[in-house]
């Protein structure tokens, strides 16, 4: 039984942020942690342990490491295919051979109105590795969103996938990349008909939810299925306050970073198959890829996270609602100073926007003496506030779903931040993308020589470079680096707390090209 009846996936019925089902039922077994359970139970024997990890429980053996998680932390590190809990049924009186971590999968795909879970433990980025090799299986090409996280990219460069971009909306006054619209999957599929899947990113880090409902239909009317990085609506689904969740809306496969926004730990993710003709041809392929990816030895801590996030995002709406009204607070809060603006408005302005997740507040620095950079930075450094995105033109704070907020404290370090007499220079947020030169894969795995950035402007990158958070590739492997990006690429290094992921070296003085 699912937790919420989700209406009939059509896009006339998520035109608002409230589209989430209103009615909520909890079944009971929905307050069970199988896995957990187990392995709390398996914490309670006086073993004698001969088996890895090897710090066997004791603190004494790694007091270094039982500084960091606790040493009771250490008694739950059993390894993966323990003996009662990932391979034989144990104290459980389910007919058949259900173990406590299929059950607990079980309870999730319940959960999420999914037809089945797979609990991941290398995050949502490993859960894309997947996604893009199941894409392989399929076909040679696909439709793609352009603004997909790096794991996207680094999937497709390995499989040898020949994408063809999507290229979504983008704010480039406060430097946020959203989603892509139904009519622009359609076109894309309209010119590119052999490709085996389409895969999008909903919603965008930035809050902005694209029409998944739609979406879905125009792939499932061309034949194939919807692949939805969800990694930042793993809670959606879960109130009538929040967005209705992808797989119920008629994706396929979704992967979803549960450790985002649903409070697990962090790495731990899950990936969800949909209903439906296309989510049944995918499951045997999804199930072997799985494995093949999953380490052998992943952590029993984080597969138990994601049995005790699932249960308490479902059973405690009071929490949610807690949660939401924190959220809301901090908007209003921005919505009626003199020197922040809520950007909410912007957001929804997108035309790929249909909704928004309430739990992310974009934070318009335009106009209040200080960038988004900087007030990023200062907060960090002078009042340990930590927020999780900045942008020259932006600051993003995120609510988790079910936390506590100290609202006070929040407001009162933005409030203290200084505002300069004139109005700082924001630098261009987000370049146009480069040109193409060479595929992906063939960019990636030719020889490569490394240049000074004065050299590499009109060369051809070997890597994917990706000014994180949030990760989405400003220039792929195979296309032309433009003095735009690179002027943008070693701005955003230069940033205090700045990071380009792939880059040669963390100043950015030098690139890898195509020799």
Not at 165 to 175: N, Y
Not at 253 to 277: E, R
Request: hydrophobic fraction near 40%.
């Amino acid at each position: 039984m699912s937790i919420l009846h989700a209406p009939s996936p059509s896009s006339a019925a998520q035109d608002t942020s409230t589209a989430a089902p209103t009615e909520r039922h909890i079944p009971s077994e929905q307050f069970e942690t199988p896995y957990a359970d187990a392995l709390r139970s398996l914490a309670t024997h006086d073993w004698q342990r001969m088996h890895v990890p090897a710090h066997h429980a004791k603190a004494e053996n790694a007091p270094g490491v039982a500084s960091l998680v606790g040493a009771d932390a250490l008694t739950f590190d059993f390894p993966m295919l323990f003996s009662g809990v990932d391979q034989e049924t144990w104290r459980l009186t389910t007919p058949g051979r259900v173990t406590p971590l299929m059950r607990a999968q079980g309870l999730a795909a319940d959960a999420w109105g999914a037809s089945r879970v797979w609990f991941t433990t290398n995050g949502a980025s490993g859960g894309n590795h997947v996604a893009t090799t199941v894409v392989r299986g399929l076909g040679t090409e696909f439709a793609v969103q352009r603004s997909v996280h790096s794991s996207v990219i680094d999937g497709i460069t390995h499989t040898s996938l020949t994408p063809n971009f999507v290229h979504g909306a983008v704010d480039s006054g406060l430097g946020a990349a959203h989603g892509v619209t139904a009519a622009q999957v359609a076109a894309t599929l309209a010119e590119h008909p052999r490709s085996a899947a389409v895969y999008i990113v909903t919603p965008s880090y930035f809050g902005a939810v694209a029409d998944v409902a739609a979406i879905a239909a125009v792939a499932h009317g061309h034949g194939v299925p919807l692949i939805v990085d969800e990694a930042w609506g793993s809670h959606f689904g879960m109130h009538p306050e929040l967005p209705t969740n992808a797989v119920r809306l008629g994706a396929d496969l979704v992967i979803s970073s549960t450790h985002k926004g649903a409070g697990s730990l962090t790495q731990s993710a899950m990936l969800q198959l949909g209903h439906g003709p296309h989510a049944q041809r995918l499951e045997s392929l999804v199930d072997r890829v799985v494995r093949s990816y999953q380490s052998t030895s992943c952590s029993a801590l984080l597969l138990a996270s994601l049995d005790e996030a699932r249960r308490h995002l479902v059973t405690r709406p009071d929490a949610i609602e807690a949660a939401l009204s924190s959220a809301k607070r901090i908007r209003g809060l921005v919505h009626d100073d003199r020197r922040y603006r809520d950007a909410t408005p912007d957001i929804l302005a997108s035309p790929d926007a249909i909704a928004n997740d309430p739990f992310k507040i974009a934070i318009d620095t335009r106009g209040a003496g200080i960038t988004g950079t900087d007030a990023h930075y200062q907060l960090l450094r002078d009042h340990r506030v930590y927020c999780e995105l900045a942008t020259p033109s932006a600051l993003l704070a995120l609510v988790g779903a079910t936390a506590h907020v100290d609202v006070d404290r929040l407001w009162g370090a933005l409030q203290a931040l200084p505002e300069a007499e004139v109005e700082p220079v924001r630098p261009v947020s987000l370049p146009a993308s480069c040109e193409r030169a060479m595929g992906l894969s063939k960019a990636f795995f030719s020889p490569v020589e490394t240049v000074p950035y004065t050299e590499a402007v009109g060369r051809i990158s070997a890597d994917s470079l990706a000014a994180y958070p949030p990760g989405v590739p400003n220039v792929l492997p195979g296309e032309v680096l433009s003095q735009e990006a690179v002027d943008f690429l070693r701005h955003m290094s230069s940033a205090p707390s700045g990071y380009v992921r792939g880059a040669n070296d963390p100043e950015l003085s030098t690139f890898r090209v195509v020799a």
